[in-house]
């Protein structure tokens, strides 16, 4: 399980460089259109009837995301200005998770209300853990606990996947009927989403490589115990 967990960690490296390549060679691609994101993700908002939902420019690179709380959809400086297809594709999706709270898109709605949960305990998380194998001996109690929060953490990450594969194909969609891009356009912001896609599946899949490894020695130790 070990050596399964170093193993993901390297494909996860790998993904997020392939990314981060993709992201660079198709930000050089510009949309015939000349739309730039923060126009994409208007004119999506718009064609969906969303008018409650600010755009923002935000700091740093792939930190694209849509906030139900204050309903505001937050693109990078490259994305928010840029005039590409990768511009118009993260755009896009973004405002497809307006579109799933404009909606009321159930699995959403269940990340959302896992939130609140997780962000009181994520902090107690490496505390729990390191106490639970260095007690393991004494007692199960400190790791069972962190099972358990483990446990939500990778029920979380396994929710966001319908989330984020739902809002990529809201986007695609959209793009295609609204005639933004063109057909090779339209290619181009699909690998774009895919590669983007495939790192919340490494990661899903990492967490509970990482909640069968603990799990296996809380298990271990009930038996000694």
Not at 89 to 115: D, K, N, P
Not at 123 to 145: Q, T, Y
């Amino acid at each position: 399980m070990f050596i399964f967990l170093i193993l993901l960690t390297l494909i996860s490296w790998g993904i997020q460089q392939r990314l981060r390549s993709k992201f660079s060679q198709y930000a050089a691609i510009g949309l015939q259109s000349g739309l730039s994101g923060r126009e994409i993700a208007a004119k999506m908002l718009a064609d969906h009837g969303i008018r409650d939902v600010q755009i923002i420019s935000t700091d740093g690179q792939l930190t694209d995301n849509y906030n139900p709380t204050d309903k505001t959809v937050n693109l990078s400086a490259d994305v928010y200005a840029g005039r590409s297809a990768t511009a118009a594709a993260v755009a896009a999706h973004e405002c497809g998770h307006a579109v799933q709270h404009a909606q009321a898109y159930s699995f959403l709605r269940l990340r959302s209300a896992l939130v609140p949960a997780l962000s009181s305990v994520s902090r107690m998380m490496p505390l729990l853990l390191l106490a639970g194998v260095v007690l393991l001996r004494v007692s199960i109690i400190p790791l069972g606990l962190a099972v358990a929060v483990f446990a939500l953490a990778t029920l979380f990450s396994f929710i966001t996947l319908p989330v984020e594969f739902d809002a990529s194909r809201r986007a695609l969609a959209w793009m295609d009927r609204s005639g933004v891009v063109t057909t090779s356009e339209h290619a181009v912001a699909k690998d774009a989403l895919w590669w983007a896609a495939m790192t919340y599946v490494v990661a899903a899949v990492s967490s509970l490589a990482t909640l069968l490894y603990y799990g296996s020695m809380l298990v271990g130790g009930s038996r000694r115990n």
